[in-house]
């Protein structure tokens, strides 16, 4: 997830903004945007194996059943509501000033949960399964 992350926190409010947040009558596209959170949940339990097996054979060592996947789902969940807040400031800046801002707050997310811990073990695992 912390490679997928700075997609997830930087481009995607991009894109939503360039898209727009509304319809044309108006109407927001926020209920479209958080109904994905359901199928989103029912990725992890396989996401989280697959994972394992193709490139990290500890991704999956807590296994705590559904409180791991019910943690994730509420981490994406945050996660999903920054990308439509950072999108919607985006959007109302009016100014170079404004959208600098509201684009700079994505990187801070990145910058902080940002993480090298283990990932020479990992390049090794994964060196070998090549």
Request: some cysteine.
């Amino acid at each position: 997830m912390a490679a997928h992350e700075p997609c997830i926190n930087n481009d995607f409010p991009h894109a939503l903004a360039a898209v727009g947040l509304t319809a044309a009558d108006g109407t927001s596209h926020k209920p479209d945007h958080n109904a994905y959170n359901q199928r989103l949940d029912s990725l992890y339990g396989p996401v989280f194996a697959e994972e394992a097996e193709r490139f990290d054979p500890t991704f999956d060592d807590i296994d705590v059943g559904p409180v791991e996947e019910t943690a994730a789902g509420v981490i994406m969940r945050g996660w999903r509501e920054m990308v439509w807040r950072h999108a919607e400031n985006l959007v109302a800046a009016r100014t170079p000033a404004q959208r600098a801002f509201a684009a700079t707050q994505a990187t801070m997310i990145r910058q902080m949960f940002g993480s090298t811990d283990g990932s020479a073990a990992r390049d090794a695992y994964c060196a070998g399964r090549s």
